[in-house]
């Protein structure tokens, strides 16, 4: 078992910046792939980041590109997202996942069997 514990979430105006941080502990060494999701009301779970642990390789949502940065302290079992040039669009609940290893290509729920409890990013306008 492995249990994710986020934090760092707020309220921001628009161009500011916010960093969100994941702790993972437990079984953590059987999660070689960490990920940042979120959920905005009414839409989909989508995946913004992802990491695999071993290697530090990332993958970036199109719409994130640029602007977010996902990084990780193995020494403390944390993992961030640092977010800038915020916008009202990233508004939602992001939510830290850990699994077996990270595709290539691409993001995927699936890859994903360990969450946490989310936390609410909202930025106005």
């Known amino acids: 078992q492995v249990q994710l514990v986020e934090s760092g979430g707020g309220s921001v105006q628009a161009g500011g910046s916010l960093r969100l941080s994941c702790v993972a502990s437990?079984?953590?060494?059987?999660?070689?792939?960490m990920g940042w999701f979120r959920q905005a009301p009414g839409k989909e779970r989508e995946g913004v980041a992802q990491?695999?642990?071993?290697?530090?390789?990332?993958y970036y949502a199109d719409s994130v590109k640029g602007r977010f940065t996902i990084s990780q302290d193995n020494a403390k079992n944390t993992v961030y997202l640092q977010m800038n040039s915020l916008k009202p669009a990233d508004t939602a609940i992001y939510y830290c996942?850990?699994?077996?290893?990270?595709?290539?290509?691409?993001?995927?729920?699936?890859?994903?069997?360990?969450w946490g409890q989310g936390t609410q990013v909202t930025v106005s306008s």
């Open positions: 990491i695999t642990s071993r290697s530090g390789i990332t």
């Open positions: 996942a850990a699994g077996p290893g990270c595709r290539w290509y691409g993001i995927y729920r699936d890859e994903f069997n360990y």
């Open positions: 437990g079984y953590t060494y059987s999660s070689d792939c």
